[in-house]
């Protein structure tokens, strides 16, 4: 759901990196640093042993101090703070602000609980994804929405475009970037409990999906209690100038059991989560539907349609998708991105989109798109790395069972 | 990220004096201003691939530079035996968390012995990069290679370069 396209990484790995044997060697990316985009935390991150590296124009830790691996282990033992201020946060606000947005993603925005939000798919004119996002609705004349770091340009091109033709047509809509403010996510078991200490407001109260404007540390900040791990915990967008102040007092309330974690890691997590990431599990070719989502299609909207590449997404409820995102475990190498996957004959039956190795499970996890037809759970695979094929199987998603806060 | 290769190199420096090794001189060691530990004994190709010569057998493996920017890995490639790798030419894999790696052959030669230890404890590549984690064994079809490879002080200021550069 979040991030965009982890592999062109800038790795600065001093060896060569091949992610398939077809693929020529990638060369090291030289980025000078005075390029890149800056956070709030971004000596913060230096101070504390992060190692930095270009990300979708900005410069992000892949990790600190420890491994990647111990890393993921500790986010769902303990729990993981994220600077995740490179994603770009928006509000959209006006009396028609819902019935805008609604023409633009497949949500049923108008059955949102005010206070309440949903992942969605921003989609284009064939039905395919332009990104993913979380958006809430705060109130009926205002929605904050989060979107990808790779795709802001492009979406907020895509919004103003359609914001200009339905106002001029005489609706009510406008919009203000959050530039001014920093998203952090705090994630695992300790993050409510952390976080509770730095707010007055009943964080019991506040359940998976659900948004709050409240004060915490001393600021205004509005909190979702959302992530990208599958561990409960929530993204909290600052005002930048307490940023580090927050960072601070979140690892000192923790005792240095949350620890400050970084992009290598939140890839893993998300991974073992079943959670798509944009540019690798979803692109401008994949549908909702064909990405397993079709959960987030409100029920009205399956019904009445209403935004972009709708027919092409109905007419794929009715009939089925052609092809089918799932998870895979292997044996041998981990399965990369662009892997060829066959069934047991020999034949093409898909390929993988994302993968690696599970610090969790301790084993390789991926997940991809086949055939529909070839997409059930147990169903027996080969996957092919670096042309030797190793076997597989499909197997449903999250890998990790989730531990999102709801409603008992 | 200097605080991590020393935490490394003080982690293989003590795994290098504690292990039992063949002969009864414990290898020497230097540590490099880039802070991991360079063998003495050793030469080294540019794709940090290390090569240790004794009589007819050459083993090799990868430096401990090279498993530090590695990250922990998860998986090794290697080839058969009897089969044969040439100079600078892929002849495995190595997997970490995040990213796959080739390993070239520093010379040219036949696989006589793998480290099979490797296939149930990857993770040796990362502890023991020059003693437990040896890769393989190979017979020298061309000594003669081994004279273009660095010698340790050498690649202990290539890998410096390399690093001031990004």
């Keep these: ?408 | 990220m200097a605080l991590r290769m020393w935490a490394s190199s003080t982690a293989n420096a003590l795994k290098l004096s504690s292990s039992a090794s063949k002969s009864h001189l414990l290898p020497a060691f230097s540590i490099s201003r880039c802070f991991s530990s360079v063998l003495e004994g050793l030469k080294y190709a540019n794709s940090h691939e290390w090569v240790k010569h004794e009589g007819s057998v050459a083993t090799i493996g990868i430096s401990d530079h090279a498993q530090d920017h590695l990250g922990e890995v998860v998986f090794v490639e290697l080839p058969e035996e009897k089969s044969s790798v040439s100079k600078e030419k892929n002849f495995g894999a190595v997997e970490s968390v995040k990213a796959t790696s080739e390993i070239l052959s520093p010379i040219s030669g036949e696989v006589i012995e793998v480290n099979t230890k490797l296939a149930d404890s990857p993770g040796l590549i990362n502890s023991s990069p020059y003693e437990e984690g040896w890769m393989i064994k190979v017979k020298p079809s061309n000594p003669a290679e081994l004279e273009s490879l660095m010698g340790p002080k050498e690649y202990t200021k290539f890998c410096e370069e390399e690093d001031a550069a990004h």
Excluded at chain 1, 105 to 134: H, M, Q, R, W, Y
Excluded at chain 1, 181 to 209: I, M, W
Excluded at chain 1, 341 to 357: L, M, P, W, Y
């Design chain 1, 1 to 408: 759901m979040r991030g965009g396209s982890l592999w062109q990484l800038g790795q600065s790995i001093t060896r060569r990196l091949a992610q398939s044997d077809k693929k020529p060697l990638s060369r090291r990316y030289f980025a000078s640093e005075a390029d890149l985009k800056k956070t709030a935390l971004y000596d913060f991150h230096v101070a504390h042993g992060g190692k930095m590296v270009p990300f979708a124009g900005w410069s992000m830790p892949i990790q600190y101090k420890d491994s990647i691996m111990d890393s993921t282990v500790n986010c769902r033992v303990n729990g993981s703070l994220f600077d995740v201020a490179h994603m770009c946060g928006l509000s959209l606000k006006g009396k028609d602000c819902v019935p805008f947005l609604e023409t633009l993603v497949v949500a049923d925005v108008a059955g949102l609980a005010p206070g309440t939000g949903s992942l969605t798919v921003f989609t284009n004119e064939k039905g395919g994804a332009i990104d993913d996002s979380v958006i809430t609705k705060v109130t009926d004349e205002h929605i904050y929405l989060v979107v990808n770091a790779g795709c802001r340009d492009k979406d907020l091109a895509h919004i103003e475009e359609h914001m200009k033709a339905f106002k001029s047509k005489g609706g009510d809509v406008s919009w203000h970037i959050h530039d001014e403010r920093s998203l952090l996510a705090l994630q695992g078991p300790l993050a409510a409990p952390v976080l509770q200490h730095l707010t007055k407001e009943d964080l019991s109260k506040l359940y998976f999906g659900q948004f709050q404007i409240l004060d915490i540390n001393g600021s205004t900040c509005f909190l979702t209690r959302t992530g990208y791990t599958g561990e409960d915990g929530f993204e909290i967008s600052v005002p930048s100038e307490h940023a580090v102040d927050l960072a601070k007092a979140i690892l000192e309330k923790s005792e240095g059991k949350v620890r400050l974690t970084g992009l290598g890691a939140r890839d893993s997590l998300r991974l073992e989560a079943g959670l798509c990431l944009y540019g690798n599990d979803m692109e401008q070719h994949i549908s909702p539907v064909e990405a397993g989502l079709t959960w987030a299609i409100g029920k009205r909207r399956r019904a009445e349609g209403g935004f972009l590449g709708a027919d092409v997404i109905l007419k794929q409820l009715q009939d089925g998708p052609t092809i089918r995102r799932v998870g895979f475990f292997s044996s041998g190498p981990p399965a990369r991105s662009h892997s060829e996957v066959h069934d047991e004959s020999g034949n093409k039956i898909g390929e993988i989109t994302s993968g690696g190795f599970s610090p969790n499970l301790k084993k390789n996890i991926a997940m991809g798109y086949v055939k529909s037809g070839q997409h059930k759970n147990g169903t027996k695979v080969k996957i092919l790395v670096r042309g030797k094929p190793y076997e597989g199987n499909i197997t449903k998603m999250p890998f990790v069972a989730t531990k999102y806060y709801k409603p008992s």
